[in-house]
């Protein structure tokens, strides 16, 4: 078990690293070169509208690439549940990156890193550190960052919200009681029977500290939904 979470952290270590050698510009002739010749086996090439689309596999991350000549062309690098976002002016400058996690719910997706938007020379405009953007009006975020909360979550339940195709979530809240900034994490379970149900674990803000186990279920409409 010690072996395999740092073989995890080690490769989501690895990737995050990646992230920090900043990407600055759409790579035209990476892109023109794949769309053209050399789209390996495991790639999809698609067209929305005005923009081509590309998606191919990298080490242990997928790749997206859309290019628009005439807009705003896009690049999303995922892997498994953690995405970087970027979006380039039409002369090709970054115009803005942003980091995410998402599971099942797309309604549920939680900021995280250190979002950044451009002028259309490649200059920083303004930037969000989403780790210290307060909770709500004069109430602070929790103190233990989303990564401390991913590596416990493994470490106590085998639950990795990275990889894990049964993520369903992650948020924050503040607990009723104590007034704490805690996480809840989302599991799905099963959507069978027009009945969703959940698993929530709940871990303190402070600390990092597991705090009890709850079971969700609630209806669905006819035919279900779209999304959650």
């Not at 900043?22 to 495991?42: A, T």
């Not at 995410?100 to 250190?114: A, D, F, H, N």
């Not at 938007?117 to 009006?137: A, C, L, R």
Request: proline share 3%.
């Amino acid at each position: 078990m010690k072996f395999i979470l740092t073989l995890i952290a080690f490769t989501l270590f690895n990737f995050l690293k990646s992230q920090g050698n900043d990407i600055r510009e759409f790579n035209f002739k990476e892109y023109d070169s794949l769309i053209k010749k050399s789209c390996p086996m495991d790639c999809e090439i698609k067209t929305y509208h005005n923009a081509d689309f590309i998606s191919f596999k990298r080490k242990d991350s997928i790749i997206n690439m859309s290019y628009n000549k005439d807009g705003i062309s896009r690049m999303n690098k995922t892997f498994g549940n953690y995405h970087v976002n970027y979006q380039f002016y039409p002369n090709l400058k970054i115009k803005s990156k942003n980091e995410y996690l998402m599971g099942i719910s797309q309604v549920g997706t939680m900021e995280v890193g250190v979002e950044r938007n451009y002028d259309i020379e490649g200059k920083i405009i303004n930037e969000t550190d989403w780790e210290k953007v307060p909770y709500d009006t004069g109430i602070p975020g929790p103190k233990i960052n989303v990564w401390k909360i991913i590596k416990q979550v493994k470490q106590d339940f085998d639950f990795d919200i990275l990889l894990d195709d049964c993520f369903f979530s992650i948020q924050y809240y503040q607990d009723d009681l104590t007034k704490k900034v805690n996480y809840k994490i989302i599991k799905f379970i099963s959507d069978n029977n027009e009945k969703l149900k959940l698993l929530v674990y709940h871990y303190d803000g402070e600390f990092g500290k597991f705090i009890n186990i709850e079971n969700l279920e609630s209806e669905l409409p006819p035919g279900g939904l779209v999304h959650y």
